[in-house]
């Protein structure tokens, strides 16, 4: 069983005077180099020091800790925390999970690990940990005395009104979206996936679909969430955004989105999806942008792809997408100006493109700027300082 004084020490030491840690922690390394103790004290040390520098000689040195001694659970609660504290909730909670299975009574790795789930949107989660470090703490912090015992649990339970007035407030979400129209539906998802992490908004959709299974909206905007989710470096799989669209469809066969979702899903292998969307919708002009790209990338006709173009802009004037997608066809043609008028055109309507209804991820308004001073030194040959 490790010594809970002992660590307790380390960080009260690295708090209080993080030099005076690291050399007594360098001393203990050179007089032993295979003690993992004195790599936990430097690493706690560094860890506190508020840079990437400090952060990733942390790291090296709980990773030397870990190397020495396997189960050591505190290393891996307190690399944990550095994980935390850096934003890296998943590893956080990787470390955390580690530190629980070696020492399942450790508070902090239970109130640390609530922080992070709270952090990915896991309020049920945060507030199971919340629990377990409230009802381990008496034990863990026995003779620190009475006011820190007060203090960490208060620090607890302001943690876990706040997890539980997340989750609360998710539920009065749900029950609000499930009398919604479709076009407000998907506008309020794409708004909540702006404001929240993606663990909170597939939790909503999924208790959606749970009370109400013919929710065609719901498994369109589940798949389209997972979609965004296939070109991140956390999800590598496009199948669950494929079957989420084919449910939709099987629901509602006249669902245009879902079409235009599906044939983009599946990488513009087809147009078929796309020209059923036009057929049930003949003035749906996503449809006609996703034709552009379709006809853009399989047989690289540029013209064509223009005039697709052409006809979502005239279908829908303010259709930002379909503004982005013909100034960079006219930039790579070298039609400068053509591409500076339509990135201008896409400044000008950005903010009121309703992106819920043509349920379309475009690059920002900085993105279009960049663009714009870009053509504009190409077109007058100056110079890059960037």
């Keep these: 069983m490790e010594d809970k004084k002992y660590i307790d020490s380390v960080i009260e030491l690295a708090v209080k005077s993080p030099s005076e840690a690291l050399k007594k922690s360098n001393q203990d390394i050179e007089s032993n180099p295979n003690c993992a103790e004195a790599y936990l004290k430097e690493g706690f040390s560094h860890s506190i020091?508020?840079?990437?520098?400090?952060?990733?000689i942390a790291l090296n040195c709980f990773d030397k800790a870990l190397e020495i001694d396997p189960n050591y659970a505190s290393?891996?609660?307190?690399?944990?925390?550095?994980?935390?504290?850096?934003?890296?909730?998943e590893a956080a909670i990787a470390d955390f999970d580690k530190a629980l299975e070696l020492c399942p009574t450790d508070a902090p790795s239970y109130r640390n690990r609530g922080n992070a789930k709270k952090d990915l949107g896991d309020y049920p989660g945060a507030i199971d940990d919340y629990d377990n470090a409230l009802k381990y703490y008496p034990d863990y912090n026995k003779g620190i005395g009475i006011k820190s015992l007060e203090y960490d649990s208060r620090v607890i339970r302001n943690a876990r009104k706040d997890a539980k007035a997340k989750l609360n407030n998710e539920n009065s979400i749900v029950e609000k979206y499930l009398n919604m129209t479709r076009e407000n539906f998907i506008d309020a998802i794409i708004k909540l996936s702006i404001e929240e992490n993606w663990t909170v908004v597939r939790r909503i959709l999924e208790k959606i679909i749970k009370l109400n299974p013919n929710c065609a909206e719901a498994y369109f905007m589940r798949g389209h969430q997972y979609y965004n989710e296939y070109y991140s470096e956390y999800y590598n799989d496009n199948q669950q955004?494929?079957?989420?669209?084919?449910?939709?469809?099987?629901?509602?066969?006249?669902?245009?989105?879902?079409?235009?979702?599906?044939?983009?899903?599946?990488?513009?292998?087809?147009?078929?999806?796309?020209?059923?969307?036009?057929?049930?919708?003949?003035?749906?002009?996503?449809?006609?942008?996703?034709?552009?790209?379709?006809?853009?990338?399989?047989?690289?006709?540029?013209?064509?792809?223009?005039?697709?173009?052409d006809k979502a802009i005239e279908l829908c004037p303010t259709y930002v997408p379909a503004y982005e997608s013909r100034g960079n066809i006219k930039k790579e043609l070298g039609d400068y100006q053509g591409a500076i008028d339509d990135y201008e055109n896409a400044l000008k309507y950005y903010p009121d493109c309703k992106i819920g209804q043509y349920c379309n991820y475009y690059k920002g308004i900085k993105q279009y700027r960049y663009y714009i001073d870009w053509i504009y030194r190409k077109i007058n040959d100056v110079p890059k300082y960037w």
């Design 241 to 309: 955004p494929i079957s989420d669209f084919d449910k939709a469809i099987e629901i509602d066969p006249n669902f245009i989105e879902a079409y235009n979702g599906l044939g983009i899903c599946n990488g513009y292998k087809s147009d078929d999806d796309f020209k059923k969307a036009i057929e049930i919708c003949p003035t749906y002009a996503p449809a006609y942008e996703s034709l552009a790209e379709y006809t853009r990338v399989r047989n690289k006709d540029y013209p064509a792809s223009i005039a697709y173009l």
């Design 49 to 56: 020091d508020n840079s990437e520098w400090g952060w990733q």
């Design 75 to 89: 290393v891996y609660s307190l690399r944990g925390d550095a994980y935390f504290r850096w934003g890296n909730n």
